[in-house]
């Protein structure tokens, strides 16, 4: 009785399966993807070409500049006040006030030349999760007002390395390896994010 009860149900499954892919192949191939919209889009293409990346790009580098300039002015001060104690008298008491001056703005330019490089940091990372949340929500915009189902993240094909590991790690992330020129909406999304930019720029002056 056991053995009756497995094959029905083994005949049942079998009768569905062939039941629903007749159904399925008898769907006409519109109805299977309806309403269906793919977009792929290259976010560091966009990144490249974003006029306010690149903008804020040379506001960072002014900045990184300005720290340079001060760091080198420091330098500059211990450099002097170095050749000034070479001329003094060993053991003078105003040869030791200056090692000790000097040793001081040493000190001073090593936290100084630290405090620089993480406000450097800081802002680097600051300006790239803006602007990366700017992409991504213009992604969406241009998404939900085009109907797309899904928009893909793609990448241009950069196998240059003289590592395996990171030859291993390039090809791994690639997620599209072939798409229609049609469905890729890099351009227009760079064109819609740099209109906008240029229209507040406009208005801000």
């Known amino acids: 009785m056991k053995k009756?009860?497995?094959?029905?149900?083994?005949?049942?499954?079998f009768i569905f399966s062939i039941v629903s892919i007749i159904i399925f192949n008898s769907m006409p191939q519109d109805v299977k993807a309806e309403g269906l919209k793919i977009g792929v889009v290259d976010i560091n293409e966009i990144f490249d070409k974003y006029s306010k990346r690149v903008d804020?790009?040379?506001?960072?580098?002014?900045?990184?500049?300005e720290?340079?300039?001060?760091?080198?002015?420091k330098k500059k001060v211990m450099i002097d006040l170095n050749?000034?104690?070479?001329?003094?008298?060993l053991g003078s008491e105003e040869r030791n006030t200056n090692i000790?001056?000097?040793?001081?703005?040493?000190?001073?330019?090593?936290?100084?030349?630290?405090?620089?490089?993480?406000?450097?940091?800081?802002?680097?990372?600051?300006?790239?999760?803006?602007?990366?949340?700017?992409?991504?929500?213009?992604?969406?915009?241009?998404?939900?007002?085009?109907?797309?189902?899904?928009?893909?993240k793609k990448e241009k094909p950069n196998?240059?390395?003289?590592?395996?590991?990171?030859?291993?790690?390039?090809?791994?992330?690639?997620?599209?390896?072939?798409?229609?020129?049609?469905i890729d909406i890099t351009q227009a999304v760079t064109e819609r994010m740099n209109s906008r930019y240029q229209q507040e720029k406009a208005s801000a002056e």
């Open 4 to 13: 009756i009860s497995f094959k029905y149900r083994i005949l049942t499954i």
């Open 56 to 65: 804020l790009d040379q506001q960072l580098k002014d900045t990184e500049a």
């Open 67 to 73: 720290f340079k300039q001060e760091i080198e002015s």
């Open 83 to 89: 050749e000034e104690t070479q001329l003094l008298d």
């Open 100 to 152: 000790e001056i000097l040793e001081k703005k040493n000190v001073e330019l090593e936290g100084y030349a630290k405090f620089a490089e993480n406000q450097l940091t800081k802002k680097y990372k600051s300006a790239f999760e803006v602007i990366y949340e700017e992409i991504i929500k213009e992604v969406d915009s241009f998404g939900a007002e085009g109907n797309y189902s899904v928009i893909i």
């Open 159 to 182: 196998l240059q390395s003289n590592q395996l590991s990171d030859l291993q790690f390039k090809i791994g992330i690639r997620t599209v390896l072939y798409n229609s020129s049609t």
